[in-house]
């Protein structure tokens, strides 16, 4: 008997219960799995993705202002595009393998999706400063180390990483705001 609503309350889990946590867990583990796996096309990946979420939901229990499933799909989502943005080169293997194995018809949003998403990102980086800019490409698309950014830049580990941190910051909050890619969520379409 598959029921279609959790009934836990925002204050049951506020309150800590973990017997209501469990609950939760069991009811949207495998519709947040779907979700995440759709679009990084990797087991674990989205069970990362799945497993930080619910980490996020018992760390911010006091702080839910939404509902339990809102808060759970919209987490999942921005992890989703975090692990996108953070990970692309190993997001975009996965996507290529499962291609491979399982050629689908529907790819086209894929393609749209990452095509909308590398485009806003050139953009926010074309926005950084020139030394920001290259230590990020450097870091994020080309994979060195704090170390050797420094080392080929000649300047100190400390500025790398200061530099790098305030262009992951603007990044990250050009995305929010400009990558207006709406991720369906399991069932809503």
Request: aromatic content about 10%; proline content about 2%; hydrophobic content about 30%.
């Amino acid at each position: 008997m598959h029921e279609n609503k959790c009934n836990i309350s925002i204050q049951q889990l506020k309150s800590g219960d973990e017997q209501a946590y469990e609950k939760i867990y069991l009811f949207y583990h495998k519709r947040l799995y779907s979700f995440a796996f759709k679009y990084l096309k990797s087991k674990e990946l989205a069970e990362d993705a799945v497993h930080d979420t619910f980490i996020k939901l018992w760390e911010h229990r006091q702080n839910i202002t939404t509902s339990i499933k809102g808060f759970l799909f919209t987490s999942v989502r921005n992890h989703v595009m975090n692990m996108i943005r953070n990970n692309r080169k190993k997001v975009l293997k996965h996507i290529q393998l499962e291609n491979q194995k399982t050629p689908r018809l529907n790819k086209t949003d894929e393609k749209i999706l990452y095509s909308e998403y590398q485009k806003i990102l050139a953009r926010g980086l074309n926005e950084l400063p020139d030394g920001k800019k290259e230590i990020f490409k450097l870091k994020s698309v080309q994979g060195l180390t704090n170390q050797e950014i420094a080392d080929k830049l000649d300047i100190s580990i400390h500025t790398v990483k200061s530099q790098y941190y305030q262009a992951s910051k603007f990044i990250r909050e050009y995305l929010d705001k400009h990558a207006d890619i709406r991720m369906k969520e399991p069932g809503s379409g």
